[in-house]
């Protein structure tokens, strides 16, 4: 299970070689040497098959069972949620696959397999495992925000590549390092990067527990130091809604949406401490960051270049990527390693000729007074034959009426991009990264009584 030795440049370890502790649980930590006892005693029940579902939701159980995955020389599916039709669906191309899981599943229809590994159970005195680089770690699934979910897949040597890149940006490659504290779930491109792969590779180490809720992350924060915090802009969005006295993390890192930069001005102030946002997609992975406060472009990643093609789509390439990846967003290009990003391509709407930026509407709903969350959602660009469409938006906003609130988006919107209709919702069935599934709001803005 450790590789063989004939070609070692073709061969990536599993772990870096590091005294710093690979996990933390509780208040105690794991070492590499424990967590590898772990991965292999897992590994040593997975059963005969080409790939695991990697359900785990404590993080420490996720590595384990990524790991010992990897060591048995199958793939990691990383589904975007839990559903028994997403899952069912998956599952009907790898039928051999059982559910790694650590908590009640009762509704999943895969063979299940448990992971209660707590990291003490003895310590590995076996050398650190090596894996091919060309071997398929995972098959990542998009999230469905703007369609219908797709697969991607990554090799070994990828994930290696993208982490190396990013321990060298973030300052994470030496030292004793610190404490990962992630509100982004593992099974995500960015969670698996940022909290998993930087824990696996680097001298940081990672939190089992994923804190949701406000109090929960300023507990973590307070327990860990010193912390990095990685989330998203809708969970930093809730900690500065908390009013809450935040320890200083080392640092925050934010992605999976564009991050505006007064909120991030916000988060510095409030945590003092600098933010910085990672660009990625599910596409190519995380490949650039920025300082969002100071800089408005993005600086690659080392060693991965940008280029325009004539049609205007931007390519991006590094040593993660075997072939040029188109991304999904409106880039312009600096040069080699500098872009601005003005919005995903899916998101430029054309209704009777004029056109907006669904992020820049959506990101003027949520900065009306009383507005707590809000969403645009496009219809389908089929639904009229003369190209003329009409938005809906569903909102939070308990205090406001509809009334006052399409008074206030007149003031700085063409009268084709106000919402018909705007309807009033408790809540947005947001991710757990707090994205939302266009069929998931169309089913919500369905059961009000209204149709985009």
Known sequence: MTGTQDHPQDILPLLADTPAPL?????????????????????????????????????????????????????N??????????LAEIAGQYPDAPALVDGPDAEIAIPVLRVSACGEAGESAEPIPTIPSDQTAILAFSSGSTGTPTVHARSWGALHAVTHQALECFGLQDGAGPTLVGTVPPQHMYGLESTILYALLGHATLLSQRPFYPEDVRAALAACAPAVLV????????????????????????????????????????????????????????????????????TTYPGVEIHAKDDGIVQVQGPQHPAAVPLPDHIEARDAHHFRMEGRLADQLNIAGKRASLADLNRRLNAIPGVLDGVFIPPEPSTDARGVTRLAALVVAPGRSEAEIQATLAECLDPLFLPRPLVHVDHLPRSATGKLPRQ???????RHGECA
């Open 23 to 75: 996990a933390r649980i509780g208040e105690r930590t794991v070492s590499r040497a424990a967590f590898l006892a772990d991965v292999q005693a897992l590994a040593a029940r997975l059963p005969q098959a080409r790939a695991a579902f990697n359900l785990c939701q404590d993080r420490y159980h996720f590595a384990v069972a990524f790991a010992a995955i990897l060591l048995r020389r199958q793939i």
């Open 231 to 298: 989330t998203t802009p809708f969970h930093l969005n809730a900690c500065l809604r908390a009013g809450l006295e935040w320890p200083q993390p080392e640092r925050i890192l934010c992605a999976t949406a564009p991050l505006d930069p007064e909120t991030a001005g916000a988060a510095e102030r409030v945590f003092g401490c600098r933010l910085d946002e990672i660009y990625g997609c599910t596409e190519a992975g995380a490949i650039a960051t920025r300082r969002t406060t100071r800089e408005s472009d993005w």
């Open 77 to 86: 599916l990383l589904p975007p949620n839990r559903g028994r039709t997403t």
């Open 440 to 446: 998931v709001l169309l089913d919500l803005l369905a």
